[in-house]
Nanobody, 122 residues
Framework: QVQLVESGGGLVQPGGSLRLSCVAS????????MGWHRQAPGKSRELVAG???????VFGDSAKGRFTISMEQDKNTVFLQLNSLKPEDTAVYYC????????????????WGQGTRVTVSS
């Protein structure tokens, strides 16, 4: 009922930047927020950043000071700007959307994308 498609991942050198995008599609009326998580090889999934429909943001410790999150709510799109990338930022980055109200009144608590891979290496 809700699909999320991420893009923008790839290979980047340490110190470089990437901009990830995620578009949510489906019969979406409203939602509470969107965000990004990541999962590095051999590690558990962790929060990178989130943004509410009201514009409030939250960042995981690894993202503070280096990453920014923004959203075009009318386009159901969220962006993650990754700056000053480090090898330890290598991971699959997943987009999420939470508390979605569909046009038919149904509610979806959360949905996840398939992920986009970011590799930071020289």
């Amino acid at each position: 009922q809700v699909q999320l498609v991420e893009s923008g991942g790839g290979l980047v050198q340490p110190g470089g930047s990437l901009r990830l995008s995620c578009v949510a599609s489906g019969s979406i009326d409203t939602f509470s927020g969107m965000g990004w998580h990541r999962q590095a090889p051999g590690k558990s999934r962790e929060l990178v950043a989130g943004i509410t429909s009201g514009g409030m943001t939250v960042f995981g410790d690894s993202a503070k000071g280096r990453f920014t999150i923004s959203m075009e709510q009318d386009k159901n799109t969220v962006f993650l700007q990754l700056n000053s990338l480090k090898p330890e930022d290598t991971a699959v980055y997943y987009c999420t959307i939470v508390r979605v109200i569909l046009m038919n009144g149904d509610e979806i608590s959360e949905a996840w994308g398939q992920g986009t891979r970011v590799t930071v290496s020289s």
